[in-house]
């Protein structure tokens, strides 16, 4: 797939550059197949998650500080940015700002909160709710916590599920809080739990959490576990859910992604990118350089996960600094992006589907333009755009 650029428009606007480019193409968005619509820096460390406003107008992302910022998706600037009270332990001074790091960001179904998972060492973890609007502070739901990496909201924007310690067991727990009043609504537990990503199923009824190896579905009435996904052999990095609940994708740190219904737990696909470093893509050596000496064998896992809208397609972020996105229907690849400087970080989708937010450790959010292809694509695309077995 190539991509034919017909407009370019630069200028400034509000805190920083602004870059729009207009672009007639099959696939995803960009000059050369390299370049984003337009870039974001906050100058405030890697960008640990994004999440769009109902409405796709704004952006929330949460970097390496305290802050969270709500950017305008159109004019390309932050709009409000909300400071997190940092919890404050007796006999102990505040964190450094090296310690400091927003996990998570949510936006609620119906636009009335962002949440926001905090952490600045051990023990001083806060997730708390904000009015987006106006920047205050609806309530705290939990503090005095630590490791805090999820803050999923149901999408009745009732519930947030926030993983927590669990006291009881070794490992950790779900917890889940009652959004209007921060009481808690139920637990999620099990031994050795462990938890680095969780996201509600659309029917409001479920909830998919990953850690370690394994995948859970939960079933939020009897707060029980209904299956387990475990045919990764590495630990799982990150996880989506597909628009209409029909398939969960969880990507681990060898490169794999698996796409499995969450009835049962049954795998659909299982994409490995593979590297043919004998015939590396443009840019790529020099896109390795400096990630480390394992990531010039092998990209490092997938970082980063969301859905198309259509549901046709999973969108990747890899530590290789790479984006790609893969049918769900053949699990062959049909684009590649490169538009940060280290690895990706975070993805979310705007409602209606049709931009792509990626975040790197690079500190960058990039926007990307997204129109899928009228047809699934039967052999992968490399990163170059050649076809062929494997990319071969």
């Known amino acids: 797939m190539r991509a034919r650029m017909i407009g370019l428009r630069s200028g400034m606007r509000g805190a920083g550059p602004a870059l729009v480019i207009g672009i007639a193409c099959c696939g995803l968005a960009s000059a050369g197949g390299q370049q984003p619509l337009a870039k974001l820096q906050a100058r405030a460390g890697q960008v640990a998650d994004l999440s769009f406003s109902p409405d796709g107008r704004l952006l929330a992302s949460g970097h390496d500080d305290d802050r969270v910022r709500i950017w305008s998706v159109n004019d390309r600037r932050i709009e409000r940015t909300i400071r997190v009270r940092v919890p404050v332990l007796s006999g102990s001074?505040?964190?450094?700002?090296?310690?400091?790091?927003?996990?998570?960001?949510?936006?609620?179904?119906?636009g009335e909160f962002v949440a926001s998972g905090f952490s600045a060492g051990f023990g001083r973890g806060v997730?708390?709710?904000?009015?987006?609007?106006?920047?205050?502070?609806?309530?705290?739901?939990?503090?005095?916590?630590?490791?805090v990496r999820v803050t999923a909201v149901s999408p009745d924007g009732r519930l947030v599920a926030v993983n927590l310690r669990d006291?009881?067991?070794?490992?950790?727990?779900?917890?889940?809080?009652?959004?209007q009043t921060g009481a808690t609504a139920g637990r999620l537990r099990g031994e050795r739990l462990a938890v680095t990503a969780a996201l509600f199923l659309p029917d409001g009824r479920r909830l998919v959490s990953a850690g370690g190896t394994k995948a859970q579905v939960w079933d939020l009435e009897n707060h029980a576990l209904l299956c387990t996904f475990d045919k990764h052999k590495s630990a799982i990095n990150c996880l989506a859910v597909a628009p209409d609940g029909a398939l969960v994708a969880t990507g681990d740190a060898r490169d794999v992604l698996h796409l499995w219904n969450p009835e049962g737990a049954a795998g659909v696909h299982e994409i490995e990118m593979k590297y043919d470093l004998s015939r590396p893509p443009r840019g790529s050596r020099e896109r390795m350089r400096g990630a480390g000496a394992d990531d010039a064998k092998r990209p490092g896992g997938v970082t980063a996960l969301v859905f198309s809208r259509s549901g046709r397609t999973v969108i990747a972020g890899y530590v290789d600094r790479g984006i790609r996105l893969w049918s769900t229907k053949t699990g062959k690849r049909w684009e590649s992006l490169f538009g940060h400087a280290e690895r990706v970080t975070a993805l979310a989708i705007t409602p209606d589907g049709g931009t792509l937010a990626s975040g790197g450790r690079d500190g960058l959010?990039?926007?990307?333009?997204?129109?899928?292809p009228a047809t699934d694509p039967t052999v992968d695309e490399d990163d170059e755009g050649r076809t062929g077995d494997d990319g071969k």
Do not use: C, Y
């Open 93 to 110: 001074p505040r964190p450094a700002e090296t310690q400091q790091h927003i996990e998570a960001v949510s936006w609620s179904p119906g």
């Open 127 to 147: 997730v708390q709710l904000w009015e987006p609007a106006t920047g205050k502070e609806l309530r705290t739901l939990a503090e005095n916590v630590h490791n």
């Open 167 to 179: 006291p009881e067991h070794e490992g950790q727990m779900i917890v889940l809080f009652d959004s």
């Open 365 to 372: 959010i990039a926007l990307w333009k997204l129109n899928e």
